[in-house]
């Protein structure tokens, strides 16, 4: 059984900055890309950021600059770092992780329950 579990999340004023965790647990051969999405209220899911095992990045354009993702392989971590957060970026963020089992097992994409990010004044 795998978990993966955001933390992070919460209220914050524009300008403000928060730092979100994504941390997968169980039976984990290997995490490959992880990814940090969100969705605000009637509005589809987006991806915000993703990295790769090796640490190539990307970024969706209304947060370059401003969000960095980053990751730690040797604890199955994940992090967001948000800086000059702006109302339109409050919605419910979710964590991605794309993985496997065992050494000859398919991947599989793991999705956390999601964490509110609120910003506003």
């Known amino acids: 059984q795998v978990q993966v579990v955001e933390s992070g999340g919460g209220w914050v004023q524009p300008g403000g900055s928060l730092r979100l965790s994504c941390a997968a647990s169980?039976?984990?051969?290997?995490?490959?890309?992880m990814g940090w999405y969100r969705q605000a209220p009637g509005k589809q899911r987006e991806l915000v950021a993703g990295?790769?095992?090796?640490?190539?990045?990307n970024y969706a354009d209304s947060v370059k600059g401003r969000f960095t993702i980053s990751r730690d392989n040797a604890k199955n971590t994940a992090y967001l770092q948000m800086n000059s957060l702006k109302p339109e970026d409050t919605a419910v963020y979710y964590c991605?992780?794309?993985?496997?089992?065992?050494?000859?097992?398919?991947?599989?994409?793991?999705w956390g329950q999601g964490t509110q990010v609120t910003v506003s004044s």
């Open positions: 991605n992780a794309n993985l496997s089992v065992s050494a000859w097992g398919t991947r599989w994409d793991y």
């Open positions: 169980g039976k984990i051969f290997r995490i490959y890309a």
């Open positions: 990295i790769t095992r090796g640490g190539s990045t």
